[in-house]
């Protein structure tokens, strides 16, 4: 299959799975996750209509974005990002989508003052508590600081939210992370914080994207799906 014949596959099953729960499927953005994927093939993915990118390292992304002119497109950092790399991110990327701390927060703003360049940010929540992965804990006075801090960071633009639930062989067991992160979103959409604008909830990979539609995901990150297997 090719890549454009992919895309227009998963924009049908995207289309099924929001009808699926009375959604429509204009609600739900396709972001193709181009890590490790060659220049080509992610031009292949623009000519097919894809709007959206996501890279998870900066320097992958520094070294390709020079051969790429992708017309009308967002870039989306959407890995772990140490603050050393903030500087450079706010350069190359659009918007940062892996928001983790508030000291991050920072140092992109003042990243993008200097570039008098908007930074969309979305934050990054461990839906799973788990050890090994980054983002913050749903319910936490890190999540609450940052939030309550949107106003003075005036570079950023607070979007949403983003996660990546545990992995699960079935993706239905991911279902109960999908919709802990709806109901988060809805009660951080109801606090109005000042500053912050909550149409964004990102979540949903290759493998489960389906289920996290189904419990109200507005952007999902899809890879392998798109670009077959990634070379390890
Ligand atoms: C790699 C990656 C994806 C895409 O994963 P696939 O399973 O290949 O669709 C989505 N989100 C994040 C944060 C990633 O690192």
Known sequence: ?????????????????AHRAGRHPQEIALMAITKTVAVESIR????????LFGENRVQEFDAKSGHLELAGAESHMIGHLQSNKANRAAQLFDAIDSVDSLRLARKLNAAALELDKKLSVLVEINIGGEAAKTGIAAESNELDELLQAAPELSAL????????????????????????????????????FPGIEMKTLSMGMSHDFEIAI???STCVRIGTAIFGERNK
């Open 1 to 17: 299959m090719s890549i454009s014949e992919n895309i227009a596959n998963l924009r049908e099953r995207i289309a099924s799975a």
């Open 44 to 51: 292949e993915a623009h000519d097919a209509g894809i709007r």
């Open 157 to 192: 633009e607070f979007r949403g939210l983003m996660a990546v639930p545990p992995y699960h062989d079935d993706p239905e067991d991911s279902r109960s992370y999908f919709r802990d992160m709806r109901r988060l979103f809805a009660k951080l959409s109801n606090q109005n």
């Open 214 to 216: 189904e419990e109200g």
